[in-house]
């Protein structure tokens, strides 16, 4: 609504442009310029509050299923076996998510490790710049 009560009306184009940058949804694009009263800057801030509480909500989530998938090279000298999580069977069982872990598994495969051990990898030193 407008300061004089009246509900503004937001052109396509301005949505478009708005979901082009974001990739936010259309509705919430224009519920977000509704909001924001048609100035773009105040819609895409908007959109990156209301995109950032529905990533923590997803956070507390937990993803139970999943594949284990393992990758031998050829020759067998060189193997690597990854377990990719995910909230539901029904995406689990899926072929793009099966392929994910096969690519996955091939590309641990294929880079020297630098740890042996998860207790030997300083997260702490690799998260926190990323995330700050």
Do not use: W
């Amino acid at each position: 609504m407008s300061k004089t009560g009246e509900r503004l009306k937001i052109p396509a184009v301005k949505v478009k442009e708005l979901r082009n940058q974001s990739g936010a949804g259309v509705m919430d694009c224009r519920n977000a310029l509704l909001e924001a009263e048609g100035d773009m800057e105040k819609a895409l801030q908007i959109l990156k509050q209301k995109g950032f509480l529905q990533a923590q909500k997803r956070a507390k989530r937990s993803a139970t299923q999943g594949v284990i998938e393992a990758y031998i090279h050829t020759g067998g000298r060189i193997g690597a076996m990854v377990e990719v999580n995910c909230e539901t069977d029904f995406v689990a069982r899926t072929d793009e998510f099966k392929e994910l872990a096969h690519n996955l598994a091939m590309q641990v495969a294929a880079v020297p490790p630098q740890f042996i051990s998860v207790d030997d990898a300083p997260f702490a030193d690799i998260i926190e710049p990323k995330v700050a």
